[in-house]
């Protein structure tokens, strides 16, 4: 469980240092590998998958998606416009730590790949919305420069809900179809967006179709993407609130991440203690899922928090 490091992090003095001081690792140039040193996409892919299988629960329709994407990125060796997706769901249903298993299985293996993945956080770098003019320059600065250095960049934004509004529309141009702007292609690049926004609607989804006994597998993900973008583009809570971003079609895909029910958060639990390096308690991980699985208050199908507090609670219980 590392945590993500920064290139260039928002808080740095000189967002440029390291085009002008780079480290032999980040002058090599990438091209149609995902990072240096240079490795097969595919198997990088496969990784994912195996990864992907293994740790995440319940996310089938965002596994899919998320593989989808980037096996077909994976195989375009002059991509004209960044891979863009946008996550959405209730919290702890797994978005940020979807966003760590692409970033450790696409870049990470090797310490010196930590360079190439960057993570903005809108509540802690964003924070001030009457300074947004400030942030624009920023945010161009911080991407211009990174792909710079590293075109396979991978740009994660947590907390999109929190963005000011209109923030996001400044990176518009980096996200077209195009071939470079002032010299910088910015097509290898990444960009994932993680939003609440949207959760609620998929919850109605999922809880609906449910109460008409049809399979959660059953959940047709066209009508779940399309609702989720006039969702966020509608929605003034959201980041994308009247968004160029999305009026122009610049997100490739919207990934629905499902509310998690009660079987999910028993195998959060047993993946926890098994984490701490606890014996599987069966009565423990049933008391705890059931405590979890509190929505909506009739039916108590879905866990409201995700799996998020389940670390805290099997630490507190055993
Ligand atoms: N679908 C899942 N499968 C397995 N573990 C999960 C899943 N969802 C959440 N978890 C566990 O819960 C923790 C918290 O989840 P995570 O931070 O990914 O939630 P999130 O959707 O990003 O929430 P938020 O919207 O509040 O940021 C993860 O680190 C992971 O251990």
Known sequence: KAPVSHCLSPQDPAP??????????????????????AQNPTSLVRMLDMALEQKVFGQ??????????LSAYSRDKQPRKPLVMSFHGWTG???????KIIAQNLYQRHEA????????????HFPHAEHIKQYKEQLQNWIRGNVSVCPRSLFIFSEMDQMPHGLIDSIMPYLSDREAINGVSYGKAIFLF????????????????WRRQKGREEIPLTDLQSMLSAEIF????SGFWNS???????????????????????????????YQGH?????????????????????????SKGCKTVASKVNLDT
Do not use: W
């Not at 249903?93 to 966003?99: A, D, E, I, N, Q």
């Not at 610049?250 to 990934?255: E, K, R, S, T, W």
């Open 16 to 37: 440029c240092l390291l085009l002008s001081t780079p480290s032999p690792l980040s002058l090599v140039k990438s091209g149609g590998a995902l990072a240096p040193p």
């Open 60 to 69: 089938h329709l965002a596994t899919q998606v998320v593989l989808k994407a």
């Open 93 to 99: 249903t797994g978005k940020s730590f979807v966003s």
């Open 113 to 124: 790949r930590r360079r190439f993945v960057h993570q903005y956080d809108a509540v802690l």
């Open 194 to 209: 993680l939003n609440n926004a949207g959760g609620d609607k998929i919850t109605e989804v999922a809880l609906d179709h």
């Open 234 to 237: 509608n929605n003034r809570n």
């Open 244 to 274: 160029k971003l999305i009026q122009k079609n610049l997100v490739d895909y919207f990934i629905p991440f499902l509310p998690l029910e009660y079987k999910h958060v028993k195998e959060c639990i047993q993946e926890e203690l098994r």
């Open 279 to 303: 014996q599987e308690d069966e009565d423990l991980i049933i008391k705890i899922a059931l405590a979890m699985s509190d929505y909506p208050s009739e039916d108590r199908i879905y866990s």
